[in-house]
């Protein structure tokens, strides 16, 4: 830092709130605005640990700097924390005020940063239904990140996903807004190890600041289409989408709120100050600062046509409360219009006050620089990969089982491992090469060892490129194009000549990297109008299926798929999403029984595109059907399977009837009634049976706990049902609990439980 005394500022004794008011009154309106924005790629060379920057940049940093995006993108742990230590020394020394900045990234289920811990995808994140092992495995994101030198990571995803053809299924915790929101939570903490705003804490140099995207309504586009306009009622909105960032806020005291792409009622999200200002900072409370999505601002020009240019994008979002944009908007227009009065002074001042409060609150002035050895030690560690194992477990959800499984090593000689997904390591999207990593194919073949023959067969492909594990970084203009059909023809018989050798099939299908949301793309963004299998897959199941060997399916995807001929004819079949890097091992031993699948669908499966939407919440008057076709889902929310069996039994609630302030306690005897060990999801939905004003849904999620319980181990479970369970809002918004029956149901999925009333009396 320059020779200047030592202002109170850069006095760690003092509170944050004097520090924050010192800096600030020394700030000149430049300084505020270099802090609103991130900063373009530095073009810098590293020697001998500090950086060295051309004039160019030099010109550009002479204020300071917001932030950074992606510094570990290419980089190995000890490279990037060299890049990091010289930047910040560099604002720190050649800056007038030498602000720190934040360094932005990834970390969806994992740090996106080369040799980051990959762990499985979010939607995988949610089929645990375990948020204590959720927030052990944000604490473990968070400390790759602060190791590298990173302190601002743009996760978790809180939007709630109704529309499966949408491509960004895959980044949330799936349709069912209490679920959305234990999960979510649940990584806030992780992250973040402290409630922000709650009181005096900072967050340690373990812990990074988190950020609650994306706000709101992303997750149901018109017709699945990514960014399309959400049009809902303010009570569907505030009832649904916006309950888990309501939670990220007050519960979990969050950082940061990420705006969205997409308009709510002809509003895009970007200028919305109901949604931002009203309902965010007002009614919530929120005292964090709002950052753009990528580009965010801009597109109020050329997406959503409701500015005419840079500087009148940048107006319109500064005065609906976007602090931090991802862009340039902010940085090359903002001053000449606060010079020529058309921004207020006191609007930059307030978003730069948000801002440099939350790098106080990360010990950035203090303590900006990271340990290049301490991240080498860290960085996919041994006790992270234990954890990318044993959350790979937790998530994998067994959905039918005929009896074929767990496999007896001893009992087979020949297993056929087939399909386009089996031998590569495929992460999903948000993900960087982790540096190792076990397909499915290498976790059975070192599961096995010589006790059994594996056979291997690629089957067919699903796109013309397969950029498994790579991310975004692989993908190019041909990623998402349909494969050759003569290759696939010739790869389908090799397939079942390769099938009849075996006395079990494993067949390993679904989607993979390029069908996914592609980063930075217009051309693709993984949006589908089809929910069957992509390619030439439904061929290649039926072929093996024909040859009437025993077949096992292993769906790896990010998307429920409609797949009726595959859960109709297949003697066993296993949702896995995307793994991470240790998913191969992680299904070679579920395969063979060691140990056993117990995670849930956080989402329903459709039985084709044709009956979206499915959640499961829905209204009553949605309750209708096609001509000639089936309701039902073909895999209802909740729903999972073990290699054991478990009964419900004593289901009571004390008392039976309550007032509307009052409380009641539902319990559950659970008994494994089979010969494993297993996990068992207990799940209580409500109901309210009869409303004087606005209607409700058929059920609603609104307690659950996962249990281990071992052959003939029985427990019982109990759910505390508050006003906060049995309240909705009325017609005039007004959050109320009627006087009436409640239907109230506990078993192991949507479909499946005991049920009895609670009545609420005046």
Not at 294 to 299: A, P
Not at 362 to 377: C, R, S
Not at 556 to 563: A, D, E, M, Y
């Amino acid at each position: 830092m320059p020779d200047t005394p030592e202002y109170p500022y850069r006095n760690p004794s003092l509170p944050v709130e004097a520090r924050l008011v010192d800096l600030l009154s020394r700030m000149t309106v430049e300084e505020k605005i270099a802090q609103m924005s991130i900063f373009p790629k530095l073009t810098n060379i590293l020697v001998d640990g500090d950086i060295e920057l051309d004039e160019a940049t030099r010109t550009q940093l002479v204020h300071g700097i917001g932030g950074l995006g992606r510094p570990g993108q290419h980089a190995g742990p000890k490279e990037t924390v060299l890049a990091t230590n010289a930047i910040q020394k560099y604002l720190r020394e050649h800056t007038r005020l030498g602000i720190p900045a934040f360094f932005v990234d990834e970390a969806l289920h994992g740090l996106m940063a080369h040799g980051s811990t990959s762990f499985p995808q979010a939607i995988g994140l949610a089929s645990s239904w375990d948020p204590e092992l959720v927030q052990e495995v944000f604490s473990a994101v968070a400390r790759e990140m602060r190791a590298r030198g990173e302190n601002w990571a743009l996760t978790p995803v809180l939007d709630l996903a109704r529309e499966p053809r949408w491509g960004r299924t895959e980044e949330t915790y799936g349709e069912d807004p209490f679920l959305g929101a234990c999960i979510g939570t649940a990584a806030i903490c992780g992250l973040q190890g402290v409630s922000l705003f709650s009181g005096t804490q900072l967050i340690n140099d373990q812990h990074v600041l988190a950020t609650a995207k994306h706000f709101a309504a992303h997750g149901q586009p018109e017709g699945g289409r990514n960014c399309a306009p959400a049009n809902f009622t303010e009570g569907e909105l505030r009832e649904n989408y916006l309950k888990a960032f309501q939670a990220a806020v007050t519960e979990a005291g969050v950082g940061c709120v990420m705006a969205s792409y997409n308009e709510i009622n002809g509003i895009p999200v970007h200028i919305n100050t109901w949604l931002l200002e009203q309902v965010l900072r007002k009614e919530w409370g929120f005292q964090g600062f709002i950052v753009s999505d990528g580009e965010g601002i801009s597109r109020l020009i050329d997406f959503h046509h409701v500015a005419a240019s840079k500087a009148q994008a940048a107006r319109k979002a500064i005065i609906a409360g976007i602090d931090f944009e991802l862009d340039t908007c902010y940085s090359s227009t903002l001053l000449s219009q606060v010079r020529d009065g058309t921004v207020l002074v006191t609007q930059v001042d307030q978003a730069a006050e948000r801002i440099l409060r939350a790098k106080f609150l990360l010990g950035l002035f203090d303590q900006p620089y990271a340990n290049p050895d301490m991240a080498e030690e860290i960085t996919n560690c041994a006790e992270h990969c234990q954890l990318a194992y044993r959350t790979a477990i937790k998530s994998l959800v067994l959905l039918k089982n005929d009896g074929l499984l767990p496999l007896a090593a001893n009992n087979i000689k020949k297993l056929a491992v087939i399909g386009p997904n089996a031998a590569g390591l495929h992460l999903g999207g948000y993900s960087a090469d982790p540096g190792h990593g076990i397909s499915i194919l290498d976790g059975i073949r070192k599961k096995v060892g010589g006790q059994i023959q594996v056979l291997y067969a690629e089957g067919c492909k699903i796109t013309r490129e397969d950029f498994s594990g790579q991310g975004w970084r692989g993908w190019h203009e041909d990623a998402s194009e349909p494969p050759d059909e003569a290759e696939d023809k010739n790869l389908i018989s090799q397939a079942v000549e390769t099938a009849c050798q075996a006395e079990v099939v494993l067949l390993v299908i679904g989607e993979n990297e390029s069908v996914c949301r592609e980063a930075w793309s217009e051309r693709h963004r993984g949006d589908r109008d089809s929910l069957d299998l992509p390619g030439r897959q439904d061929e290649l199941v039926r072929k093996v299926v024909e040859t009437g060997v025993p077949v096992v399916v292993l769906l790896i995807n990010g998307r429920p798929l409609s797949v009726n001929y595959v859960a109709e004819k297949a003697n066993a079949l296993f949702e896995g999403w995307y793994l991470g890097q240790e998913g191969g091992a992680a299904f070679a031993d579920a395969l063979f029984g060691d140990v056993n699948p117990g995670g849930r669908l956080p989402i329903t499966f459709p039985r084709s595109v044709g009956q979206l939407p499915t959640y499961y919440n829905h209204k009553p008057s949605a309750d209708r059907s096609y001509l000639w076709a089936d309701s039902t889902p073909l895999f209802p929310f909740g729903y999972g399977l073990s290699y054991t069996t478990f009964e419900y039994g004593n289901l009571q609630i004390t008392p039976a009837k309550i007032k509307p302030d009052g409380q009641a306690v539902v319990s559950v005897e659970v008994i494994n009634t089979g010969k494993h060990s297993g996990d068992e999801v207990v799940q209580l939905y409500i109901h309210d049976v009869i409303t004087e004003s606005v209607t409700r849904p058929v059920k609603e999620l609104k307690g659950f706990q996962r249990i281990t319980l071992r052959p003939g181990q029985r427990q019982k479970v109990d759910f505390r049902i508050t006003p906060e369970h049995l309240s909705f809002l009325n017609e005039t918004m007004q959050r109320v609990v009627e006087p009436g029956i409640f239907e109230i149901m506990v078993g192991s999925s949507s479909t499946d439980g005991l049920t009895l009333q609670l009545e609420v009396v005046k």
